[in-house]
């Protein structure tokens, strides 16, 4: 197993699907975890319980909010030198005409400017050396008619860590990011509570099947381990290969 005794981390979205099974399994490597929730109290309060890590209350998009978040894990444990940035809103499905400015900026803001604040946070604190994972997605790179929302965000994602990853490499911190696929989470809640939508998106998937949110985990503990010192600037993609399957047919 990972031995991630020496880490302090800060899990975004700690409460829920990926975040939440990335808050269990750096608890599970030692590591000491303050991690964010944002409307699932009762929940993050069970974690809590069940782990010793810290939920604080947070919206992501909130640049006060950010900073309490991070005076916190420095008064529990001292300087993170981990982060995970999975809290996330899912695409609206309204196509961009329709689409009310606030509805776009409600989601870019969690989705992108969350991730800027707190990497940006990370990257004041830090001391020599720390490690970062964004949570991103296929879609950072596949458009879907009625995502400009999401996909425009994880775009910038995409760009947010790539481009911290050349600024922070002379400090070695690391910034990578992860691209899930399908995964089992609320946010598939459709897919989670039936079948036969599940079976049905499924069937587009080459591995047959959607992933779980700890498989993710597991790549992000990888990533965040002393094995992945020399990977920075780099996305994985997580997906049974869902985003080689272009253009069938045509
Ligand atoms: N589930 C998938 O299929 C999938 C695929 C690709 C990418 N992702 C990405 O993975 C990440 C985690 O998603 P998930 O599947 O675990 O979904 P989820 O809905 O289970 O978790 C998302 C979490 O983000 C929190 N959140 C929403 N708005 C917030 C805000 N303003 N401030 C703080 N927290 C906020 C929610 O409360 C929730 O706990 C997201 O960034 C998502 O875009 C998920």
């Known amino acids: 197993m990972t031995d991630l005794s020496q880490s302090i981390a800060i899990v975004t979205g700690g409460a829920s699907g990926i975040g939440r ?4 399994a750096l ?27 810290i939920p604080v209350q947070t919206d992501v998009g909130d640049e006060d909010a950010v900073a309490s978040l991070f005076a916190r894990c420095e008064e529990e444990f001292g ?12 695409m609206s499905g309204t196509c961009l005409v329709d689409m009310e400015l606030a509805h776009f900026d409600k989601v870019v803001r969690t989705d992108l400017y969350g991730p800027f604040l707190t990497c940006r946070a990370f990257a004041r604190a830090a ?14 790179d596949a458009p879907r008619a009625g995502a400009v929302d999401y996909d425009a965000a994880k775009g910038g994602l995409a ?18 990011g992860v691209a899930p696929g399908m995964i089992l ?4 809640e459709e897919a989670m509570d039936d079948e036969e939508v599940r079976r049905k998106a499924e069937a587009n998937i080459p ?6 949110p700890e498989e993710v985990a597991a ?31 045509a």
Not at 27 to 51: C, L, M, P, W
Not at 159 to 176: D, G, S, Y
């Open 159 to 176: 760009q947010l860590t790539a481009t911290l990853a050349l600024e922070l490499a002379p400090r070695r911190i690391a910034v990578n």
């Open 79 to 90: 300087t993170p030198t981990l982060l995970v940035n999975s809290a996330g809103l899912n």
């Open 219 to 249: 790549l992000v503990v990888f990533l965040l381990s002393p094995a992945a010192d020399y990977i920075t600037g780099a996305t994985v993609t997580i997906d049974g290969a869902l985003s080689q399957v272009v253009a069938p047919g």
């Open 27 to 53: 608890n599970e490597s030692g590591a000491r975890v303050v991690f964010t929730y944002h409307s699932e109290e009762d929940t993050a309060q069970d974690i809590a319980a069940k782990t010793g890590a």
């Open 207 to 212: 591995w047959g099947r959607a992933g779980t």
């Open 185 to 188: 989470t609320p946010m598939n």
């Open 127 to 140: 001391k020599e050396g720390g490690r970062i994972v964004n949570i991103s997605s296929i879609h950072e």
């Open 21 to 24: 099974a990335c808050v269990m």
